[in-house]
């Protein structure tokens, strides 16, 4: 089965109302820091889960925290 798609290319003299999210991506853990900090981590989809079925993306970050983190509503 295929699919066959169309698309009109977007002229550039239009602007976009909605701007684009943007997340900093780099590691906000020092070697010696136990406070929470967000680990990098990226996602492969071919390398790491082995699905050949997805082009695109070819990834995502999938950040993660670390070390000890305090919330406003905690138990303690």
């Known amino acids: 089965p295929y699919i066959l798609t169309m698309s009109i290319p977007k002229?550039?003299?239009s602007?976009?109302?909605r701007t684009k999210r943007s997340t900093?991506?780099?590691d906000s853990?020092?070697?010696q820091s136990h406070n929470c900090c967000?680990?990098?981590l990226y996602i492969d989809f071919r390398k790491d889960l082995g699905w050949?079925?997805?082009h695109k993306p070819t990834g995502y970050y999938a950040n993660?925290?670390?070390g000890s983190c305090t919330y406003i509503w905690n138990a303690e």
Do not use: A, E, F
Request: hydrophobic residues 25%; proline residues 0%; glycine residues 4%.
């Open 29 to 31: 853990c020092g070697t």
């Open 64 to 66: 993660y925290c670390m």
């Open 15 to 17: 602007k976009s109302l």
């Open 11 to 13: 002229t550039n003299h």
């Open 38 to 40: 967000l680990k990098k």
């Open 24 to 26: 900093d991506t780099t």
């Open 52 to 54: 050949k079925w997805i």
